[in-house]
């Protein structure tokens, strides 16, 4: 376990390695995709990533009485309890990840004028969250920047193949067995949701799920996590390197990004 003096307890599930800067070519993890039931409700816990600190919350009920920076609070005071609850896991799961990763995080974690969450500098962060589950990923600032996204498996909803698949990838699609082809639906459509993520914040516009695509059909076995080629990225992003990695869980699957333009400087 890993904390601060100030800070909330955090759960540490394995060896992770959190002040680690992330790096290209970074191996997958396995099992990095808790079942919610197994997590204590509102209590960050940490497993290891690559990327940095990966930090889970369960969201379970209303959110803890001073679970929030007053800012924060007051920024959600008109939110209806559901985003209240995801608001709040976010902001825990983020936090205890900036904390993992040495960073004090005692301010409020606002949202910049494109909707993500304004960290400190120095360090580079991303967080996702369903109805029962918050995650955050925090890592020092090496030059890249970090996505994540988590969604359920239930219900499958198929007809969302219609705007998140390309035509190359309808075909990959078409071609698996029925059985397979909703989680790889829902990977695609999770790591194009992490991918925006790392590239917002330099294209600052909508980028369509038309606008980038996967190859492969992404399936991970169970509780496994692979690395996931891109194969094409938004046109006015041309000097870009992304890598992407997702997972599957009992319930859910996990899709993590990290890039920036090839220019920049990564150590
Ligand atoms: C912004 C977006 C990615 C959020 O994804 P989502 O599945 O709806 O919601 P998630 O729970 O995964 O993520 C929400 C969090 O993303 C973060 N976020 C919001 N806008 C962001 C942005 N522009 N850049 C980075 N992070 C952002 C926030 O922290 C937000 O949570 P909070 O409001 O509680 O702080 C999605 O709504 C969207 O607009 N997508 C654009 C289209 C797209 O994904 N294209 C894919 C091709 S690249």
Not at 176 to 200: I, N, T
Not at 213 to 233: H, K, N, W, Y
Request: hydrophobic residues 40%.
């Amino acid at each position: 376990m890993r904390h601060c003096g100030s800070c909330p307890e955090i759960e540490s599930r394995n060896g992770a390695d959190p002040r680690r800067a992330p790096a290209y070519d970074a191996p997958p993890v396995s099992a990095p995709v808790p079942d919610p039931s197994d997590l204590r409700p509102w209590t960050p816990t940490e497993t290891a990533h690559p990327d940095g600190a990966l930090v889970w919350v369960r969201l379970d009920g209303p959110p803890p009485d001073g679970a929030l920076h007053p800012d924060e609070a007051a920024h959600a005071a008109t939110y209806h309890p559901k985003r209240l609850a995801t608001w709040t896991g976010g902001r825990l799961a983020l936090r205890a990840a900036l904390r993992a990763c040495g960073v004090a995080a005692d301010g409020p974690i606002l949202p910049d004028d494109r909707g993500a969450p304004r960290v400190p500098s120095g360090v580079v962060a991303s967080l996702s969250h369903t109805g029962d589950l918050a995650v955050a990923i925090a890592a020092p600032d090496a030059g890249l920047r970090l996505g994540v996204d988590i969604e359920r498996l239930a219900p499958p909803r198929l007809k969302v193949a219609e705007f998140v698949l390309t035509d190359a990838e309808k075909a990959v699609f078409d071609a698996l067995p029925e059985v397979d082809r909703w989680p790889a639906l829902l990977l695609r459509f999770s790591v194009k949701e992490a991918l925006y993520k790392v590239l917002d914040p330099f294209l600052r516009r909508w980028i369509g799920f038309e606008e980038v695509e996967i190859p492969a059909p992404v399936l991970p076995p169970d509780a496994g996590s692979v690395p996931v080629t891109v194969a094409r990225l938004p046109a006015d992003a041309p000097g870009f390197r992304v890598e992407a990695t997702c997972a599957r869980g009992p319930l859910h699957v996990l899709s993590t990004a990290r890039g920036a333009p090839v220019s920049r400087a990564v150590r």
